[in-house]
């Protein structure tokens, strides 16, 4: 980020409490990251939808396709590792262990009725 400070001059910085997250969309994803494309729609997700990837409002057709009853991704999506006991201890006692990457997918749904649903934090199945 660029901000320009009083004195005329450019100065790059960083601004503490945000995170830049690459997502499939916005880097390539490594061979030893788990992926997967399918997202299942869950149950009232119907009708016109909106979808985000960490943020980010995708388009059908060039991003994502639905497909019996379930999100189906153009570029692979991180689904992350599963965490063992002795991880999710290491991490709730010393706040300390790996914090994987995961893309969270956001679904935005208008029902033919009109009522509008919000289905937040959905992962991908992983890629067999």
């Not at 004195?7 to 030893?32: C, K, M, N, P, W």
């Not at 991180?78 to 969270?104: C, N, P, S």
Request: negative net charge.
């Amino acid at each position: 980020m660029r901000v320009q400070i009083n004195s005329g001059q450019r100065h790059s910085f960083i601004v503490l409490g945000t995170t830049a997250r690459e997502t499939a969309y916005d880097a390539g994803v490594s061979d030893d990251v788990p992926t997967g494309r399918r997202v299942l729609l869950p149950n009232g997700a119907d009708g016109s939808l909106m979808v985000f990837v960490n943020g980010k409002q995708l388009a059908e057709g060039a991003d994502f396709e639905v497909s019996e009853g379930a999100l189906v991704f153009t570029q692979p999506l991180h689904v992350g590792h599963k965490t063992g006991f002795l991880g999710r201890l290491q991490m709730t006692t010393a706040g300390v262990g790996v914090y994987e990457k995961i893309d969270k997918v956001d679904v935005h749904s208008t029902g033919a009725d009109g009522s509008f649903r919000v289905f937040s934090d959905l992962v991908a199945e992983r890629d067999v």
